[in-house]
């Protein structure tokens, strides 16, 4: 079992800047990280995934060269640095583990999520 609380979110200005963390605990072993986000009548999408293990990382075309995700020396708070924040960006976003050895991580197959954080844009 994995259990994760985000936090960090709240209200920013078009091309501001927010960092959102991700803090896991329970089984700490290898395993993928991801955000995801949903906007209001919209379909939850991936925005960035990484592996605990490589530190390889996979991004949606939306958000590459914007945001980057990271983790700590200890392996157990995943980040998103969120740049250049657009109006679109504005969504719930949610972070999500897949426990296992992966070398590389994308959006499938999550089977833990915390409750999620409100970003919201204004222009």
């Known amino acids: 079992q994995v259990q994760l609380v985000e936090s960090g979110g709240g209200s920013v200005q078009a091309g501001g800047s927010l960092r959102l963390s991700c803090a896991a605990s329970?089984?700490?072993?290898?395993?993928?990280m991801a955000w995801f986000r949903q906007a209001p009548g919209k379909e939850r999408e991936g925005v960035a995934a990484?592996?605990?293990?490589?530190?390889?990382?996979y991004y949606a075309d939306s958000v590459k060269g914007r945001f980057t995700i990271s983790q700590d020396n200890a392996k157990s708070t995943v980040y998103l640095q969120m740049n250049s924040l657009k109006r679109e960006d504005t969504a719930m976003y949610y972070c999500?583990?897949?426990?296992?050895?992966?070398?590389?991580?994308?959006?499938?197959?999550?089977?833990?999520w915390g409750q999620g954080t409100q970003v919201t844009v204004s222009s």
């Open positions: 329970g089984d700490t072993s290898s395993r993928c």
């Open positions: 999500a583990a897949r426990s296992g050895w992966y070398w590389s991580c994308n959006f499938s197959q999550y089977n833990y």
């Open positions: 990484m592996s605990t293990e490589s530190g390889s990382t």
